[in-house]
Every structure is written in structure tokens, then in C-alpha cells.
């Protein structure tokens, strides 16, 4: 695929996504979130340099990355990893202790993909007045990406589009919410039971994303 190619299918998507008034950018993270797994139990399950020597300095992954790797990985793969992995925590005894693990190598190449989604999404913002009107219209983010694309250098009006057309969408869920709160879960509206999930991914943004 070239590259207009692949923009113009983020583009879509971008779209499709909006309609199901998901973020977007999470949903974007999860979806890569999943491949860079399946390549990276790969890579380790071969003991592909010069990725094992990075995992094994890094002491590893993060903790959620972990136990992803622990759950969807082939066990015999994850055990050549793990052997070595063991070997090195044998050979230096105290570095593992206390390890912090800043340097994980599935957040750092999820971290480099989502700064070129917010710089695509800033783009599409601002020079593509389709995309800009079904944002304004259906999109929404959630608070830690919102956050993410306030940092960057939109001018301070469009800025001020984003975030109240953000509190537009929680004064929304917030109805739902006191709404439900107020009932039986049975007696429920379709929209009022979907609030709580809503207003958490609103909130956090996709289970285990790093913020
Ligand atoms: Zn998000
Ligand atoms: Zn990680």
C-alpha cells in the first residue's frame, strides 16, 4: 500500500468508528496493540535478535504487556524467552530487583503509533472540512487522548471546538447515568445501560492503555 493509500484508509476508519462513538485513537492503539503481540511472540519465540537483547536489558515487559504475552502467546515460545530471560536475572542477581519498567518495548512502539495518529487526526482537523463536520457531529475522545491532541498547536478556537463539543457528549452519558441510576437494570433504556461503560472509557480510555 502507498502512503496517500494508507492515509486514506485511516481516514475511513477514523470515520466508521466515530459512528460507534468509540475513541477513535483507542481503538486504533487496541487494534495495533494486537498485531504488534502476535509479531512480537514471534520474534521472541525465534530468540530474534536484536529484540531479545532489548526485552532482556528492558527486564522484560510492562506488567500489563506481561500478562498479555502470558495469555495469548504459544507456552513453548514464551518458555524459550522466559529461559533466557532467567539466565540473565541468574547472571546479574540484583538488577531485576526493583526493576522499573519504563523501557517496554510494545509500549514504546505503541507510544511512536499513537503520536502519528494525533498528528494525522490534528491534520484532518484542521485541512479536511468533511471529516472536521462528522467529528463535530458524531466523534468523540476519550479524556487522556483529548488531553494528548490539546498539547498540540491547534489554534486556540478549534482547541475550544474540541473540548466543548467533549462536555456536550459527557452531559449526555451524565443523563443516561442518572437516569439508570435511578432504575432497575431491567426497566433500562438501551443508552442508559451502555452509560457506565461509556463514561469509564471516556474516562481511562481502553482496558490497559498506557497513559
Ligand atoms: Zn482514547
Ligand atoms: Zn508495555
Not at 49 to 75: M, T, W, Y
Not at 188 to 196: F, Q, R, Y
Request: charged share 30%; hydrophobic share 35%.
Amino acid at each position: 500500500m502507498t502512503e496517500s493509500e494508507i492515509q486514506s484508509k485511516l481516514r475511513e476508519t477514523f470515520i466508521q468508528k466515530m459512528k460507534e462513538k468509540e475513541c477513535f485513537l483507542c481503538w486504533m492503539l487496541a487494534h495495533d496493540e494486537f498485531s504488534v503481540l502476535a509479531h512480537v511472540q514471534y520474534e521472541i519465540g525465534r530468540l530474534e535478535k536484536p529484540l531479545i537483547d532489548e526485552v532482556v536489558q528492558a527486564g522484560g515487559f510492562c506488567n500489563h504487556h506481561f500478562h498479555e504475552l502470558l495469555r495469548l502467546s504459544n507456552p513453548p515460545y514464551l518458555a524459550r524467552f522466559l529461559q533466557r530471560l532467567a539466565e540473565d536475572v541468574i547472571h546479574h542477581k540484583t538488577r531485576f530487583l526493583g526493576l522499573r519498567r519504563a523501557d517496554c518495548p510494545l509500549c514504546n512502539s505503541l507510544r511512536k503509533k499513537e503520536t502519528e495518529y494525533i498528528a494525522y487526526f490534528h491534520n484532518l482537523f484542521l485541512s479536511d472540512t468533511h471529516f472536521h463536520e462528522k467529528y463535530c457531529d458524531k466523534g468523540s475522545l476519550c479524556l487522556p487522548h483529548l488531553a494528548k491532541v490539546l498539547k498540540s498547536d491547534l489554534p486556540q478556537e478549534e482547541k475550544e471546538k474540541l473540548l466543548n463539543h467533549q462536555m456536550n457528549i459527557i452531559k449526555n452519558i451524565q443523563e443516561n447515568l442518572r437516569n439508570l441510576s435511578r432504575k432497575s437494570y431491567y426497566q433500562a433504556e438501551k443508552d442508559e445501560k451502555e452509560a457506565p461503560r461509556q463514561m469509564t472509557l471516556l474516562i481511562v480510555g481502553r482496558y490497559g492503555a498506557e497513559q
